[in-house]
């Protein structure tokens, strides 16, 4: 089945707008393949920055009786030298119960810009304090971090950065094996295209493993450690 939707994405140090196609994915059991992470486990991506390394980012998991607690530190730098061109930070938490998101907060630096955002379920919906956005979100949206599958399943993201309320649609491109944690594995694929065109891969168990993109003309690809 295809959708078709208005498109804009926010990805940890980029943002953009497009219009896109969804068709399902290569997993037979998609609609109800959500991965479930252990307590204390961690995704950790090494980041390259045209096959040369950039940075790192590291999602985490923590387990409280009902609650799952995420926390997502990313940092890249290019620099030659003692001349710092480029950084970026991003450093956010996440509450979830019974599978949505009641919480979050976190801060950006980006190329010298500070992004602040703040989210509390308040009744029936998410109270969001952002940079880029104040008001009201439904309970159930997913925000733009990436590990949760359920990302490239809908139809409207909360930017990780700055708050907004991004309309997404998704394309994807079946199942193919890459290098993940040392190992091959096979993992479907999606592209997110706009102004910057994303693609992100999960595993058959719905675990994030790898994502590519391309920011001002240069290959951006995360490699799963």
């Given at each position: 089945?295809?959708?078709?939707?208005?498109?804009?994405?926010?990805?940890?140090?980029l943002?953009?707008?497009?219009?896109?196609?969804?068709?399902g994915?290569?997993?037979?059991?998609?609609?109800d393949?959500?991965?479930?992470?252990?307590d204390g486990?961690?995704l950790?991506?090494?980041?390259?920055?045209?096959?040369?390394?950039?940075g790192s980012?590291?999602?985490?998991?923590?387990?409280?009786?009902?609650?799952?607690?995420?926390?997502n530190?990313?940092?890249?730098?290019?620099?030659?030298?003692?001349?710092?061109?480029?950084?970026y930070?991003?450093?956010?938490?996440?509450t979830?119960?019974?599978?949505?998101?009641?919480?979050m907060?976190?801060?950006t630096?980006?190329?010298?810009?500070?992004?602040?955002?703040?989210?509390?379920?308040?009744?029936?919906?998410?109270?969001?304090e952002?940079?880029?956005?104040?008001?009201?979100?439904?309970?159930?949206?997913?925000?733009?971090?990436?590990w949760?599958?359920k990302?490239?399943?809908?139809?409207q993201?909360?930017s990780?950065?700055?708050?907004?309320?991004?309309?997404?649609?998704?394309?994807?491109?079946?199942?193919?094996?890459?290098?993940?944690?040392?190992?091959?594995?096979?993992?479907?694929?999606?592209?997110?295209v706009?102004?910057?065109t994303?693609?992100?891969?999960?595993?058959?168990?719905?675990?994030?493993?790898?994502?590519?993109?391309?920011?001002?003309?240069?290959?951006?690809?995360y490699?799963?450690?």
């Open positions: 089945m295809i959708r078709t939707a208005r498109y804009i994405f926010g990805l940890t140090a943002a953009a707008s497009a219009v896109l196609m969804f068709a994915p290569a997993s037979a059991n998609e609609k393949l959500v991965w479930m992470p252990g486990e961690t950790n991506f090494s980041v390259y920055r045209k096959g040369k390394p950039f980012h590291i999602v985490s998991f923590e387990k409280s009786g009902d609650e799952l607690r995420v926390k530190d990313i940092e890249l730098e290019v620099s030659f030298g003692p001349f710092r061109a480029f950084y930070s991003h450093e956010s938490s996440e979830w119960q019974g599978g949505e998101l009641i919480a907060m976190g801060k630096r980006k190329d010298g810009e500070d992004l602040t955002l703040d989210v509390s379920k308040s009744g029936d919906s998410l109270a969001v952002g940079t880029n956005y104040s008001g009201t979100a439904p309970l159930g949206i997913i925000p733009s971090s990436h949760n599958i990302e490239v399943r809908s139809d993201i909360l990780s950065e700055g708050g907004q309320l991004l309309d997404v649609t998704v394309e994807s491109l079946g199942a193919e094996e890459i290098e993940a944690g040392g190992k091959t594995v096979t993992a479907d694929k999606y592209r997110l706009s102004d910057l994303v693609e992100l891969w999960y595993d058959e168990t719905g675990r994030w493993v790898k994502c590519a993109f391309e920011a001002r003309g240069q290959s951006i690809e490699v799963l450690n």
